[in-house]
Nanobody, 123 residues
Framework: QVQLVESGGGLVQAGGSLRLSCAAS????????MGWYRQAPGKQRELVAG???????HYTESVKGRFTISRDNAKNTVYLQMNSLKPEDTAVFYC?????????????????WGQGTQVTVSS
């Protein structure tokens, strides 16, 4: 029973920072890529960032230079450091993970999803 448990969401003013964490537990198969998606009200869920086992990263253009994804393979944990937050970043953020050799940058390839954590950025 694989679970992804997120933490770190909350309310922050524009320009502020938040750090999201997601720990995977109960894995019976090796976890490969991990990442973060977000879904704003009335919008499609979109990829924010992904990271491979080896540390290769991918970011959506709107967060490049502001967000940093990292992981601790020993802890099966992925992090998202979010700086210079903007109101348009407001969304439910979902942790995502894929089995070994699978990708998270395509939503249909995601094998495991977290429950979501709310990030609200005020003006």
């Amino acid at each position: 029973q694989v679970q992804l448990v997120e933490s770190g969401g909350g309310l922050v003013q524009a320009g502020g920072s938040l750090r999201l964490s997601c720990a995977a537990s109960g894995t019976m198969f090796s976890i490969g890529a991990m990442g973060w998606y977000r879904q704003a009200p009335g919008k499609q869920r979109e990829l924010v960032a992904g990271i491979s086992i080896s540390g290769t990263t991918h970011y959506t253009e709107s967060v490049k230079g502001r967000f940093t994804i990292s992981r601790d393979n020993a802890k099966n944990t992925v992090y998202l450091q979010m700086n210079s937050l903007k109101p348009e970043d407001t969304a439910v953020f979902y942790c995502a993970a894929a089995r070994y050799l699978r990708t998270v940058v395509i939503s249909t390839s995601v094998d495991y999803w977290g429950q979501g954590t709310q990030v609200t950025v005020s003006s």
